[in-house]
């Protein structure tokens, strides 16, 4: 979580994978609403891509939910121990 301060530092730092993987394929649309694979993620219909300069996350459809709801409880207490 800490990539976006470390690129700042005028040290040099290494990061032993920044990004997905490169595929040499070529990407062609073939089909619409159908399981894919991403950056050796699996992707299903409906699911969920969160992205920031920390990386992207992949958050299943069925999980969704329940995860932004833990994600403003955590954000709250964040900003509360900030503000202590």
Avoid at 10 to 27: E, K, V, W
Avoid at 28 to 55: H, K, S, T, Y
Wanted: net charge negative.
């Amino acid at each position: 979580r800490d990539s976006p301060d470390i690129a700042r530092y005028t040290m040099p730092a290494y990061h032993a994978r920044p990004s997905a993987p490169t595929n040499l394929t070529l990407h062609q649309a073939i089909a619409l609403n159908e399981p894919i694979g991403c950056g050796d993620a699996p992707v299903f219909p409906g699911d969920v891509i969160v992205g920031d300069a920390e990386g992207v996350i992949v958050i299943p459809a069925h999980l969704a939910d329940e995860i932004a709801d833990e994600a403003v409880e955590m954000t709250a207490f964040e900003d509360f121990v900030q503000e202590q």
